[in-house]
């Protein structure tokens, strides 16, 4: 039965509902999607009533938490992509295929971490991932998912990131344009005692974000990434530091190593085709070569103002989990 709320009395009816068992979620129980679905208008209803009822002291997240190179770097590519060389020479590649940049401001990132925590203590029922490994204290950041962190003004900042920032990075760096209309979203934390690690795998997306919000002076040790090299066959280890993000195809394999102390936080974003197509083998549509003055970005048949446009098509209700 769908629950139908007031917008007066939508928090409190949220925070009174008891949520599936993390057992339930893992064995998929019918029982766990019918709840999402059926109370989804009452926990959109809720977030927006913790948003006015908070409005004096929350964050209002927007892209003025990111990196001041990369935004002034995006917003001119807006404008003119003609310019969209200066948004490639921000990205270091790692391996053909997987890059790494400064993403967020880390001077802001304190109030980003603090509005995600103000979302936690807001009591609101939010769905962990519980499709992968890590489901212990993770959140559904898309309207697409079960139980998704559906905050408007977080969501605005959601869908700014998804169009403005990483969708014409992807198609930029990794040739996906047609495979990335759709997105997908969601939190994880490692730790030592608990969703530790994530063996070698590749994801079910064409582009793949992964984006560290640990603060500076939240140090960690272990968790290392490896990726998998096909050109060399080689395994190529790397570190996410405090800001910084890693975007990679999502046919390249991966894997973290433990965490053996502190905790590591990402937010993890997707991007593939509508019904989850994602591109099969490699994507000869790209190329970045190394100048000696810059990174020069060339791309078959696709032009700059094509891949720093925005898809017109609707958003489909697949989920990867």
């Known amino acids: 039965m769908k629950t139908t709320t007031t917008n007066t009395n939508a928090l409190a009816q949220a925070r009174a509902l008891t949520v599936p068992t993390r057992e339930a979620s893992l064995n998929r129980d019918p029982s766990v999607s019918q709840f999402w679905n059926s109370n989804r208008e009452l926990l959109e209803d809720a977030w927006r009533e913790w948003e006015i009822e908070n409005k004096d002291s929350l964050l209002i997240p927007d892209e003025t938490l990111l990196d001041p190179k990369l935004r002034k770097a995006i917003n001119d590519a807006w404008e003119n992509p003609e310019k969209e060389n200066a948004v490639a020479d921000l990205w270091e590649e790692i391996i053909p295929g997987v890059y790494s940049a400064q993403f967020f401001d880390l001077e802001r990132l304190a109030e980003f971490r603090k509005y995600l925590e103000d ?24 309207p697409r998912s079960e139980g998704h962190l559906a905050a408007p003004n977080f969501q605005a900042f959601y869908n700014e990131i998804m169009d403005r920032y990483m969708r014409p990075i992807a198609r930029l760096l990794l040739g996906t344009y047609g495979y990335d209309n759709q997105t997908f979203g969601f939190s994880i ?133």
């Open 119 to 142: 979302t936690v203590n807001s009591e609101i029922p939010r769905r962990a991932p519980y499709g992968i490994q890590l489901n212990r204290y993770g959140i559904m950041l898309d």
């Open 189 to 321: 934390q490692y730790n030592p005692d608990k969703d530790k690690d994530l063996h070698a795998h590749t994801d079910a997306s064409a582009a793949t974000l992964n984006i560290n919000i640990n603060l500076p002076d939240e140090k960690f040790t272990g968790s290392q990434v490896d990726f998998y090299d096909k050109t060399t066959g080689k395994t190529v280890q790397t570190t996410f530091e405090s800001g910084k993000a890693i975007i990679h195809r999502g046919n390249v394999a991966h894997a973290t190593h433990p965490i053996t102390s502190g905790q590591r936080s990402n937010l993890v974003v997707w991007l593939y085709g509508d019904h989850m197509q994602i591109p099969r083998g490699s994507v000869s549509s790209y190329g970045i070569a190394n100048n000696s003055a810059s990174k020069v970005v060339t791309t078959e048949s696709i032009s700059a103002r094509e891949r720093w446009s925005v898809p017109n098509s609707p958003k489909d209700t697949f989920a990867p989990f």
